[in-house]
């Protein structure tokens, strides 16, 4: 019986053993400064860590090895790149429609990963734990490398399409791109915690298939195989990303039973800023790309609703539950999409990118998909100003929306309820009337009026004349909108003009 | 077609089938392995191949580059074996598993009982040097005529190598049950092989134990306590044994006892259903522990064993009274339905 087990070896040390040999002990304890004026920003949030060394490694990657997993990442993407301009990929798309949510990636999500960068570079430098900073330190290189790469790729597409030439420029000033940069500004200002919670937890880790899944395959389906390149270059780093998301929550609620309620608030609030924020990748979605993938509301289906709800399954085992008005989400996925493109286009004068009216094969797919909501409240409405645009008298609102103080768009969303009735919701604070879109934003103000009534509305600031001047031109002149070609529709643009010129050109090719 | 994979630094083996994914098959069989997006995009599973031959599939030359398959690694959400194969994964050794090596055994039925009125107590004699194993583990016992074997787990201590003790909860329809409640009788021959399973006792931790049983599934921890008290450990012991009925009670006697003459062993059976002429904890399982310790449970170490509603009741408790997965361990015998549940990656084990 007690004959040696020959399985008993010396035993090899694991990769994370390994990893903790290499790591241990390379932070230094001050002597003669106070830990808490190195680190001012990690009490006040009001979590509570009692072992930093309990955090769990997410990854464990030396600085070599990442520099040349990212090297050869980026030497097989530029190989890509070079190859899709010197054989004229932007020939080969399926429509130049389909540019405009390359528009909106460039002007709207990619400053987004440059603020990431921003924000982890931040919070990598004020943990007091080494395991969060040095995590935060690798995803700090990797958001600005996404950055970089992105405006790489799509610049190849602003050689010859209208609307890309300006990106970062436009993200801090046009009036609807203030709805990503308030959303990224609020989880910077916001201290450290809710900073990953806000954008590793709720937005790399839920959200993030509903972000990268519409763009990457929307490019696939499209032809945009540059832009599907730069989108698998990304998602290889994301695996940290979502590591990082999932161990820090979980950091969080073991450490101590006083971060949950904080924790779950915190859910709740990024929860409702992303599924905000993702009402532009709806429309994207559903209107933009001429070859469809999937409708938003089957995106939300899967992604939200059944990949999610395994999440909040098992999160409840801390007591944290499915974060508030997410039932709101689901009655608004019928709508969500159909209600942004109208609005935008609207508004279409003053953006920096087209729309359309959608076409009637579009419309029997939208019919399909949206059996409850589409031909009742949408199509109407794309018939009417269809035939408005018939008569020459394509419907331009020339008007400035109401926007909510919170997420910063403009106050078009319907009642979950009821979907022929705008919902409002208005606050006095100090006297003063704010107002929200939905109770989700209502109750994020309510939480912290200081921080919203700061809000830099566009709107407002157009009225103030903070935005170049007080009519429409010189504000698209502040905006460096290209007037006549990056805004109005896409019948009549240059961006059709030359799409259609290429198109005739290779008929012409074909019939000699 | 199968294959045999074998996971270190586990030292675990188990079957793959033709064309199913090494991360699905580890799944299944309650091995983690780090995983995100489960379609070769994101990199989080990513292993090395020590020995054998797989193919990549669909994995992402951004997520698994050319260099890193030159050097071996794979990802385990895309890649499927063309040969046995042996894989180094990103998980926690332990240092308290013995991995000792899996065998083939024939025992002869001693002795059959039945301990409840579903339960069958079997009792196996070995020759020779008989069986190692960690308390805790199972084996996979050939039923004749039933060509995959079934698991159970041996309910007496490592300190009898040859003669082990099953406990056979009859599963109605189950044809391997039903043979073995109908049809063992002593001096009959099984064939069976093991030790398997990663549930066995986190000793090295030295904090206070709690086990949770319900039904047959006191079997593993009637070993892992007689063994733990055999070996004298001063620490706290408490077993909660769950059961519809008084009548379902198996072996009080043998806990009572124990506990008599062992004062850091307590023993509480408890009753769900019908309690008439009973006088002892009533509830299920999870509703006991959360009286008895007034929902807080940090600072122990808790072995679960029984149905998976009782495992899930249970963890939730324990989860919501601040022990989190690192202090909690389970066997819970997964069937293809459990499998298919759907989970997200934030726990490994539970």
């Known amino acids: ?512 | 077609m199968t294959y045999q994979l074998t996971i270190e630094p586990l030292g675990e083996t188990l079957a793959v089938e033709k064309g199913q994914t090494m991360l699905d098959a580890c799944l299944r069989a309650g091995v983690w392995l780090p995983h995100a997006c489960g379609h070769g995009l994101c990199g989080t599973c990513k292993i090395t191949v020590l020995e054998g031959e797989i193919a990549h599939n669909e994995a992402s030359s951004f997520a698994l580059m050319d260099f890193e398959r030159n050097e071996g690694k794979a990802l385990a959400c895309t890649a499927t074996l063309e040969a046995d194969t042996v894989i180094e994964a990103e998980i926690d050794d332990d240092i308290d598993a013995r991995h000792i090596p899996i065998r083939d055994f024939r025992g002869v039925i001693e002795d059959r009982r039945m301990l409840t009125d579903d339960i069958l107590g079997l009792w196996l004699r070995l020759p020779d040097e008989g069986i190692d194993f960690q308390a805790g583990q199972y084996i996979a016992l050939f039923v004749p005529g039933i060509e995959a074997p079934r698991s159970f787990s041996i309910a007496s201590p490592p300190s009898q190598p040859n003669l082990i003790e099953l406990h056979i909860r009859l599963v109605p329809g189950g044809q391997a049950t039903s043979w073995l409640h109908h049809h063992a009788q002593p001096g009959m021959e099984l064939r069976f092989t093991g030790p398997y399973g990663r549930f066995y006792i986190r000793k090295s931790a030295g904090l206070p134990k709690l086990f949770l049983a319900g039904g047959s599934g006191l079997s593993s921890p009637q070993s892992m306590i007689i063994d733990l008290i055999e070996q004298d450990d001063p620490l706290p012991i408490t077993l909660v044994h769950g059961a519809r009925a008084p009548k379902d009670l198996y072996n009080m006697g043998l806990f009572q006892e124990l506990a008599v003459h062992h004062p850091n062993f307590r023993y509480i059976p408890a009753v769900s259903g019908d309690i008439s002429g009973w006088s002892g904890e009533i509830g299920l399982v999870h509703e006991v522990i959360q009286r008895l310790y007034d929902g807080r449970f940090e600072g122990h170490q808790a072995y679960l064993c029984g149905p998976p509603p009782m495992i899930d009741a249970c963890i939730m408790t324990l989860m919501r009274g601040r022990l989190f997965e690192h202090h909690i361990f389970n066997e819970k015998f997964v069937t293809p339905a459990d499998a298919e549940q759907a989970r997200s990656p934030l726990f490994k084990r539970i």
């Open chain 1, 1 to 512: 019986m007690n004959t040696p087990n020959p399985n008993e070896r010396l035993r090899k040390l694991s990769l994370k053993e390994r990893y903790a040999h290499l790591t241990r002990g390379l932070d230094w304890q001050p002597t003669y400064q106070d830990k808490k004026k190195i680190f001012p920003f990690t009490d006040y949030e009001g979590i509570k860590i009692h072992d930093w060394d309990a955090f769990e490694d997410p990854f464990r990657l030396t600085m070599d090895s990442y520099w040349k997993y990212q090297a050869e990442k980026e030497r097989k993407l530029y190989a890509v790149i070079d190859s899709f301009a010197q054989n004229n990929g932007q020939m080969n798309i399926s429509d130049a429609r389909y540019i405009n949510a390359l528009k909106i990636f460039i002007t709207a999500v990619s400053p987004l990963e440059y603020a990431a960068h921003r924000g982890f570079a931040h919070v990598g430098r004020h943990f007091e734990g080494v395991g969060p900073r040095i995590a935060c330190q690798f995803q700090a290189i990797d958001e600005l490398r996404h950055a970089q790469t992105q405006i790489h790729t799509i610049s190849h597409f602003n050689k010859f399409f209208d609307g890309l030439h300006d990106p970062l420029h436009m993200y801090n000033r046009v009036w609807y791109l203030s709805v990503p940069k308030s959303f990224f500004e609020d989880a910077i200002t916001a201290g450290p915690f809710e900073f990953l919670t806000a954008v590793s937890f709720s937005f790399e880790y839920v959200l993030t298939s509903l972000l990268f899944v519409p763009f990457m395959s929307g490019a696939a389906y499209n032809g945009d195989m540059a832009t599907v390149t730069f989108g698998f270059s990304a998602q290889s780093d994301e695996s940290r990303h979502m590591t990082l998301g999932l161990e820090i929550i979980k950091f969080m609620l073991q450490q101590d039973e006083g971060n949950v309620p904080i924790v779950q608030k915190w859910i709740d609030k990024w929860f409702w800023r992303g599924y905000r924020l993702l009402s532009i990748i709806a429309m994207m979605m559903d209107y933009m790309l001429p070859k469809k993938i999937m409708s938003w509301k089957e995106a939300w289906e899967m992604y939200f609703e059944q990949g999610g709800g395994a999440l909040f399954n098992d999160l409840s085992r801390y007591g944290i539950r499915l974060p508030k008005y997410h039932e709101v989400a689901k009655a608004e996925k019928d709508h969500y999409s159909h209600q942004a493109w109208s609005t935008f286009y609207q508004y279409s004068h003053a953006s920096a990118f087209h729309t359309w009216t959608p076409s009637e094969e579009e419309m029997t797919w939208f019919a399909e998909k949206y059996p409850a909501s589409f031909n009742q409240l949408y199509r109407p409405r794309y018939d009417y100003w269809a035939k408005a645009e018939a008569d020459g008298k394509r419907f331009y609102n020339n008007g400035l929306p109401q926007l909510c103080q919170v997420c910063q768009i403009p106050t078009f969303f319907t009642e979950p309820t009821d979907p022929t009735r705008i919902s409002t919701r208005t606050k006095i604070y100090n006297g003063e009337r704010f107002y929200f879109c939905s109770d989700g934003c209502h109750d994020i103000f309510e939480d912290e009026p200081e921080k919203y009534l700061q809000s830099w509305l566009p709107v407002h600031q157009i009225l103030q004349g903070n935005c170049g001047g007080t009519t429409v031109p010189e504000v698209l002149d502040w905006y460096h909108l290209n007037q006549g070609a990056d805004n109005f529709d896409y019948l009549g643009s240059p961006d059709e003009a030359l799409w259609e010129n290429w198109q005739s050109a290779r008929k012409r090719v074909i019939a000699s």
